[in-house]
């Protein structure tokens, strides 16, 4: 059985930073894909960044150059740092970790951007 938890969510000001970790455990398979994605009340849950196995990235237009994904395979950990956030990055962040056998996600974690 696979296990993501999240952590690092909360409330920031516009303009501030938050980082957000997902430890993954159980029986995960190095050729895996991590990430994260959010969903804003109302809308749908929506792709923010990615990163293989072998540290290809991959991001959303609307956080490219604010936004890092990186990973630490030894503790099966991705990690998303955030800067200069914005109000419209409110929304409830999912780990997600894709192996070839199917797809498997966090229970979310709340960032809150006020402006």
């Known amino acids: 059985q696979v296990q993501l938890v999240e952590s690092g969510g909360g409330l920031v000001q516009a303009g501030g930073s938050l980082r957000l970790s997902c430890v993954a455990s159980g029986s995960i398979f190095s050729d895996n894909t991590m990430g994260w994605y959010r969903q804003a009340p109302g809308k749908q849950r929506v792709l923010v960044a990615t990163?293989?196995?072998?540290?290809?990235?991959n991001y959303a237009d609307s956080v490219k150059g604010r936004f890092t994904v990186s990973r630490d395979n030894a503790k099966n950990t991705v990690y998303l740092q955030m800067n200069s956030l914005k109000s419209e990055d409110t929304a409830v962040y999912y780990c997600?970790?894709?192996?070839?056998?199917?797809?498997?996600w966090g229970q979310g974690t709340q960032v809150t951007v006020s402006s």
């Open positions: 990163i293989n196995s072998s540290g290809s990235t």
């Open positions: 997600l970790l894709q192996m070839r056998w199917g797809d498997y």
